[in-house]
């Protein structure tokens, strides 16, 4: 097949690849570094019908998207009206990520377990309403925001400075929440609206600093798999995957694409903390290198209502992703800053999450630069082939967390020069 990959991040870079090794002609729009040695870097238009004018003037077979925001613009519809099939939700199903009030109506609607809320398009209301509320209380921007539109608030001064970050833009809406305990892990599901095949769950740390402090990012690194018992996934899959994949059909609004669901294991039980409509970054990168079978079929078989869950398989093993991120990341990243990269051994790569080429260089163009990445039979060992390839990188300033799986118990990897990758 003849793929587009629409995006240029470290979650592009992964799913170019995981095509590029199943003998797959990759095009990337609008691409990376790193991508432009397994694709055809072309030009990106921004709104989706000129997107979906260049999948049909390439002759691409399959549109695969990652970012949400391509979704929530339509560029799956805008495919679908030009007759190339491409994988991911329509604009109005994407709505479950980039409308997170009308994602947790819909929750509620359907009895998928989640946190008690309110949403408010007022600022005074959600001020008062937060007021009233024990602590920490949990404060959401209802709209895209890059993975950064949360705040756990442990003071009520701390919720209204969000709420008021949050109505600063015009139109705005805030969710707040009752705050959930206990261990987050992301489950994704390829699906094609009705049946669906599980990636092995895995665990994101989302703030920049070492023990869940600091402000939120992106993501800064991932361990996979994560260890969910029997019970606990048969719960998700039923209540959570099935439930939601149901509820969408019934609404007229079949999701193809991957259903980012992403969970906290309380102790009443697995609940959604959010659901994403696209592969999570950094977890693609942690999953796709562990993915045997191939994802353009099974993208190409999604996009056609014919998902053979039974087609997709997982290598045994364990993976590991450490972000490496630009100094000042996440307020003010620094960027321009040359980059001399390591060449990746078997069962490693370094992803290019935010990179630019500047007079032949390779400098950090955005937050999140590298997304190191490694398998291995063990997460332990994973954890330390990744740290290992991440201290081989020279990023003067590069900001990493070396605390990794540590809320699985897993403890810094042996080797690991204190101070590594931050030169
Ligand atoms: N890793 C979090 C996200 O992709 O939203």
């Known amino acids: 097949m003849r793929v587009l990959v629409v995006g240029g991040g470290g979650r592009e870079h992964a799913i170019a690849e995981a095509c590029a090794r199943h003998g797959h ?14 694709a055809r870097q072309l030009d990106s238009p921004q709104d989706p019908g000129s997107l979906a004018a260049l999948a049909v003037r390439e002759g691409a077979d399959l549109v695969l998207v990652g970012p949400e925001a391509y979704l929530s613009a339509g560029l799956v519809d805008a495919c679908r009206e030009r007759g190339v099939l491409a994988f991911g939700p329509t604009r109005a199903a994407a709505r479950l990520e980039s409308d997170k009030a009308w994602s947790k109506a819909f929750m509620a609607r359907h009895g998928i377990p989640t946190a008690a809320y309110r949403a408010f398009s007022k600022l005074s209301e959600a001020v008062a309403y937060a ?7 949990v404060v959401k921007d ?9 705040t756990v ?12 970050d949050i109505f600063s833009q015009p139109g705005a809406q805030a969710v707040i929440e009752e705050f959930m305990t206990g261990q987050e892990v992301s489950v994704l599901a390829l699906t094609d609206g009705e049946r669906y095949a599980l990636t092995p769950p895995s665990q994101d740390h989302k ?13 800064m690194g991932v361990v996979c798999p994560f260890p969910l018992g029997e019970a606990e996934l048969a719960f998700i899959r039923r209540e959570i995957i099935e439930r939601t994949l149901a509820g969408l059909r019934a609404e007229g609004l079949p999701f193809c694409g991957v259903l980012y669901a992403g969970l906290m294991l309380t102790p009443q039980g697995p609940r959604v903390v959010e659901f994403n409509v696209r592969f999570g970054d950094p977890e693609a990168e942690a999953v796709l290198p562990l993915l045997a079978s191939d994802l353009a079929q099974h993208a190409s078989d999604a996009a056609q209502g014919q998902l053979d869950p039974a087609q997709v398989h997982f290598r045994d093993g364990a993976s590991a992703v450490v972000i490496l991120a630009a100094p000042g990341y996440p307020a003010s990243p620094q960027l321009g800053i040359p980059l001399s990269l390591p060449d990746p ?12 080429l500047m007079g032949g260089r390779l400098v950090s163009a955005g937050g999140r630069v590298l997304a190191v990445t490694a398998t291995a039979p063990t997460l332990e060992a994973a954890l330390g082939r990744a740290y290992a390839l991440a201290d081989r990188v020279e990023f ?3 900001q990493l967390r070396r605390d990794l799986g540590f809320r699985l118990g897993l403890a810094t990897p042996v080797g690991l020069r204190p101070g590594a990758a931050t030169r």
Not at 25 to 38: D, F, R, Y
Not at 131 to 137: E, H, I, K, M
Not at 142 to 150: D, E
């Open 153 to 164: 608030a442990q003071s009520h001064a701390e919720a209204e400075a969000a709420l008021r």
């Open 207 to 219: 703030t920049i600093g070492e023990g869940d402090t600091g402000p939120m990012t992106g993501g």
């Open 345 to 356: 051994g078997p069962g490693e790569a370094v992803y290019h999450a935010g990179t630019a």
């Open 131 to 137: 007021q009233g509320q024990s602590l920490p209380v």
């Open 396 to 398: 003067p300033g590069a």
């Open 25 to 38: 002609e990759v095009l990337c729009t609008p691409g990376n570094p790193g991508m432009a040695a397994l």
């Open 142 to 150: 209802a709209g895209l925001r890059a993975g950064k539109g949360v």
